[in-house]
Each structure stands twice: as C-alpha cells, then as structure tokens.
C-alpha cells in the first residue's frame, strides 16, 4: 500500500472537555488570567467575582494593557497561540487562557481593542455550542456596550482587554448553603494567593518588577513577603548558581534561606502578624521570572515540622531555565533534578536547617521556662502533702560550696555530690525545671531550698518538648510525669552512695538518651499562630 497522510481532526465535544481537567485549582486558574494582562503590559487589573440575581457565579478579569486586534484575538484564542515576542512573558504556553478558564466555566468570552483604529471586539468559546456544531469555528463580533462599560472601568477609553467566565459550572456551594457565601470564601483564599505569587508586582518598594495595581472586587490586592525583609533583613545563607544549557548558553539561578524572628523578637506586632509564622507556611518558594510558582514546601525533602516554621527559603530562575526544571502548564509545579535535589538537601539547606531549629529551640525552652511555677506546681503540692507517706533520703548536711551533701539513706550515712538548686532554675519546690543539664539527661536530683529533695527536669530535652509542653493543659498528664521523674530521683538519692554514683549516672545518661530518639519522630508542639 502506498503512504498517504490523512487529515484526522479530534472529536470536538471529547478534547474541550478533556482539556477541562487539566489540574488547575481556582487560584491557579485566576493567576493564569493574570499573567497574560501581566505579559499585556498592564499596569491596572480588576479582578471581579460576583454573583447575579439567579445566584449564576460570574467572574470577570480586565486591565489596560496593549490590547488585541482581531488577528492578536484570534491568535490568543487558539489552542496553543503562537509564541510571545518575550521569552520571559509569564504566558508561557498558549493554552492558560483557555485551559485555566474552561477549567471553571462552560462560556468563556475575550473583548478587547488596542491603541489603533480597531474597534472592541469579543471572541467566545461556547462548549455546549461547539459540541453542538462539532466545530472548532470561533464566535467573533462586536462587543455590546456592557462589555464596553466594564473594560472602561480600568481602560478608560484606550486598548486594553476583558476576560470573562460565564456559565460557570464547577463553583458550586454546599448543600443548604448560599452560593454568595462560597464566592466570599473562594475571593478571601484568591486575595492571600494573588498577594504572595505577584508579591514583586505589587509590592511599590521591591525594585525587580514594574508596579501593577490589582483590584479583587474593588479592593487593591497588599503584597505578602513571606521572607519578612523589613525583619530579617539578609538572608542566612545565598548561592549564585552558574548553569550552562545543553547549547553551550550561560544561565544561572538564585537560592537565599531566611529564618523569621521568633515571635517576640519582632520588632512590631504589626510585622509579627504580616509574617503569618505558621508550619504550614515553611519550605520552599519557587520564582519564575520574579512570579511565585510553587511552594512553599520541601518537594518531599523533609517534613513540615514545627522547629523549622521560622525557615522559608527562596529559589528564583528565569525562563532560560524552563526546560531544566520542567515547569509544567499551569506554572504551578516544577522538578528538580536530582543533583540540584541533593545539594539543596544536604548541602545548602544543612546550615539553613541548624539555625532555624536552634532559633525555634530557644524560644520553646524561653516558653517552658515562663510556665514551669505554674506547670509544675500541682505536683509539688502533692508531693509536700504526702511528704510523711513517702520514702526519701534525709538531707542533713549541704555544702554549697563543695556541692557535698551528707544524707541517711539506704546506704546509711553517706556524703557525696549532689546537684544544688541555683538562681537560673524555675519552678516549685520539689520539681524545678533548668534550661539544660549536665550530659544533656532528662531529670538529675536535685538539693532545694531547707534541704528539701527535688528533682531537676531539662527543658532543653527532647522529651520536655514533645511530651510536656504538648500537654500543658492537660494537668493530670504533667503530674503523673513529674511523679515519675520525682520517684526516680528519690530512689537515686535514697540509695547512692561513693561506691554507686556513677553507675546512678550512667544510668541517667542512657535512659535520657534512649527517650531522645524514642521522641525523635513524635510531632513538636504547635503554637498558636498569628495568621
């Protein structure tokens, strides 16, 4: 048989709504829209979400950029438009227009002029009609006057373009609920997405992005730095990577870790609260071409936990790089390679990684210590109560000089060195709580105050951290730990001797460290955040 070509269009109705589905969420959907008035040019940009008298969800995007002919609409019209004069526009592949906005509504309609003669025209895709037609033929015709009243909110009479979803059939409220309330909801969650992803847009005082204006539903979108620069001022660590692409060009990117003051390090409530320190809020935060695509999080390099909240970490390239890291349709996600992967992880974010656990860790421990009178309290009083009942050495003799104690114990008369209650230990009577103790262990016996016997608990512990504090609230919990640790460090003084100090030592030592792995994978305790 001779080779022929045969011309074999896709069935209409199947690829339309095939192309629905290609992942976007709402936010990323919006986003997409605005790229593409970005690219335009546009310095203004109104974003409307809004909801008519039939409870129908209409949401329109406008700005006053360079605007279309009707060969440009066309062209952006068309699945897979033909390439931007800028490599760098954030309108990447020609199908974000349609893709993000048919991904949400069933009619989606462009009207726009530009500086020239041109009148405003309106381009429309209409799924059910193109199924209907079995056509891929494009509704073009003069926009009406409403069209004409919305674009001059923000135009003003010159070029610019209007982007509108009607039809919309994938915003739907819960059942009982008002639709009106879905669309609030989904606008307050937009107003965040928007402020962070064209953060470098948006924001007068950051010098790497020309200045726009965007309006969410008549109200200008703030800028959020999730690197809180007017607090952090440098980062803690920053490398300039030198690339060279396949076709011997030269690029590079740019990965700059910062660690967030811990709350009360903040020099103003109002920059604590602009921080929005939370654990969800950690990771990485990807940019192309200044424009936040992916993140934050560590792309399955480590957990989210709590002692890394303060950490956020900023990796920027251009689009020279798009290739490399696979940015994907929607300018939502990326991939590493795995040696970037791994340098990130083991090399780069290491230090990174250090300084925000021990900024975490000292503000934890300042926490504990702020808590420990009340916290342990309970316990204390319990244990003074019950005083008579128990079994303890008695403290006849305290040297605060030497640290030797005399006690009558199990062992009889006995001196030896015993831990002494000093000026940096917090707490009552009986179990006081000290930001570190020798060899890092958990509790050691401690000398109180009349002699008393007490035990000493560190709050700098693992164990302290993942078993106290989380149950702070919880009193029967703390007390039966502080009985615990209390006995154990009865038993030891009621039993040691010159002989048998170390081994009690030792036997100290072990435990605290087995409890510090044991707790290694258990969850931080989570703070209250401020967002």
């Known amino acids: 048989m001779t080779e022929k070509r045969i011309s074999v269009p896709p069935d209409v109705a199947r690829i339309s709504e095939g192309l629905r589905d290609t992942g976007y969420d709402f936010n990323a959907a919006v986003a997409d829209i605005l790229d593409n008035s970005i690219a335009a040019g546009a310095d203004k940009i109104h974003v409307r979400l809004e909801v008519d008298f039939a409870d129908s969800v209409i949401i329109s995007v406008v700005d006053n950029g360079h605007g279309m002919t009707e060969e440009g609409l066309v062209n952006a019209m068309k699945y897979g438009s033909s390439k931007r004069a800028s490599a760098k526009s954030l309108g990447k592949f020609g199908m974000g227009l349609k893709t993000a906005s048919t991904a949400f509504c069933r009619r989606l309609s462009v009207a726009s002029r530009d500086a020239g003669a041109c009148p405003l025209l309106r381009a429309t895709w209409d799924l059910d009609e193109m199924a209907k037609q079995n056509s ?65 847009f948006l924001d007068g005082n950051d010098s790497r992005e020309r200045n726009v204006d965007i309006k969410l539903n008549g109200e200008s979108v703030v800028a959020w730095d999730p690197f809180c620069i007017v607090e952090t001022k440098e980062p803690v660590a920053e490398k300039k990577m030198d690339v060279r692409l396949q076709d011997g060009t030269q690029t590079s990117f740019v990965v700059r870790a910062f660690v967030l003051p811990r709350r009360e390090e903040f020099s103003s409530d109002a920059n604590r609260l602009a921080a929005r320190i939370s654990n969800e809020r950690q990771g990485l935060y990807i940019y192309r071409e200044n424009r936040l695509i992916h993140g934050p999080d560590w792309m399955n390099m480590f957990k989210q936990e709590p002692h890394y909240s303060l950490l956020r970490v900023e990796l920027s390239f251009d689009h020279t790089l798009d290739n490399a890291f696979q940015v994907d349709i929607k300018k939502s996600r990326i991939e590493l390679n795995s040696g970037l992967y791994e340098w990130l992880r083991d090399r780069f974010l290491s230090g990174p990684r250090r300084e925000a656990e021990t900024r975490y860790r000292k503000g934890a421990a300042g926490v504990a210590k702020g808590a420990a009178v009340l916290l342990h309290s309970s316990a204390s009083n319990v244990i003074e109560q019950k005083g008579s009942a128990l079994k303890t050495a008695a403290v006849s003799k305290v040297d605060e000089t030497t640290g030797k104690v005399t006690v009558s114990n199990n062992s009889g008369v006995t001196t030896t060195t015993v831990r002494l209650l000093n000026s940096e230990d917090a707490g009552s009577a009986h179990v006081v709580t000290s930001g570190t103790l020798e060899h890092g262990v958990l509790w050691e016996p401690t000398i109180g105050k009349n002699s008393k016997a007490a035990v ?13 504090l989380p149950n702070k609230s919880n009193s029967t919990v703390i007390q039966a730990l502080d009985y615990l640790l209390w006995a154990l460090a009865q038993a030891e003084l009621n039993n040691i001797n010159p002989e048998n100090q170390d081994a009690f030592e030792e036997f100290r030592i072990e435990v605290s460290r087995n409890l510090k792995k044991l707790v290694a994978d258990l969850p931080d305790p989570v703070e209250n955040g401020d967002s």
Do not use: C, M
Not at 159 to 177: F, Y
Not at 456 to 468: E, M, Q, R, V
């Open 136 to 200: 891929w033929d494009l509704e073009i015709a003069a926009a009406d006057a409403a069209h004409a009243q919305v674009l001059d909110e923000v135009a003003a009479g010159g070029p610019g373009t209007l982007v509108l979803w009607e039809n919309v059939d994938r915003i739907n409220a819960p059942d009982g609920q008002p639709i009106r309330k879905t669309v609030d909801k989904l606008a307050s969650g937009l107003r965040d997405h928007i402020g962070v992803v064209f953060q470098r």
């Open 456 to 468: 000493a608990l560190n709050t700098g512990h693992p164990f302290y951290t993942k078993a106290y």
